[in-house]
């Protein structure tokens, strides 16, 4: 059974970086950094199976009418069980009202099925 937390009291934050390295869901930061990223966010949702990490998200909000979804990750033999569905609504209840903006590269059809749109511009640096 999978518990769900909106906080990071205990993370392992060495373990879970192991984790995302093995998934190719590591995008180079440090294990620091990774916890600071977290620390930072407006809003993060944590899913649990006993003491190990297997999902997470984290969400950047202005407050106001904004919000950006992002880091939504479940460990490759958890998916399919709505683990990444409840993370995201976790999230989106965090910011009734406001826009909330995701990007993936190939999970497209996750998103689509909570209701997101494609978009078909977007923009980096």
């Given at each position: 059974?999978?518990?769900?937390r909106?906080?990071?009291?205990?993370v392992?934050?060495?373990?879970l970086?192991?984790d995302?390295?093995s998934d190719?869901?590591?995008?180079?930061?440090?294990?620091?950094?990774?916890?600071?990223?977290?620390e930072?966010s407006?809003?993060?949702?944590?899913g649990?199976?006993?003491?190990?990490c297997v999902?997470?998200?984290?969400?950047?909000?202005?407050g106001v009418?904004?919000a950006?979804?992002?880091?939504?990750?479940?460990q490759s033999?958890y998916?399919m069980?709505g683990?990444?569905r409840?993370?995201m609504?976790?999230?989106?209840?965090?910011?009734?009202?406001?826009?909330v903006y995701?990007?993936?590269?190939?999970?497209?059809?996750?998103?689509e099925k909570?209701?997101?749109?494609?978009?078909?511009?977007?923009?980096?640096?």
């Amino acid at each position: 059974m999978i518990a769900y937390r909106s906080d990071l009291v205990g993370v392992d934050w060495e373990a879970l970086k192991q984790d995302l390295i093995s998934d190719r869901f590591h995008n180079g930061r440090t294990t620091n950094q990774l916890r600071q990223s977290f620390e930072n966010s407006a809003a993060v949702a944590m899913g649990y199976d006993g003491e190990r990490c297997v999902a997470n998200g984290r969400l950047l909000s202005d407050g106001v009418g904004n919000a950006y979804v992002i880091d939504v990750w479940t460990q490759s033999s958890y998916r399919m069980r709505g683990i990444g569905r409840r993370i995201m609504q976790m999230l989106i209840d965090t910011v009734p009202g406001h826009h909330v903006y995701a990007h993936t590269d190939d999970a497209v059809g996750f998103y689509e099925k909570l209701g997101f749109r494609e978009q078909p511009k977007g923009m980096a640096l």
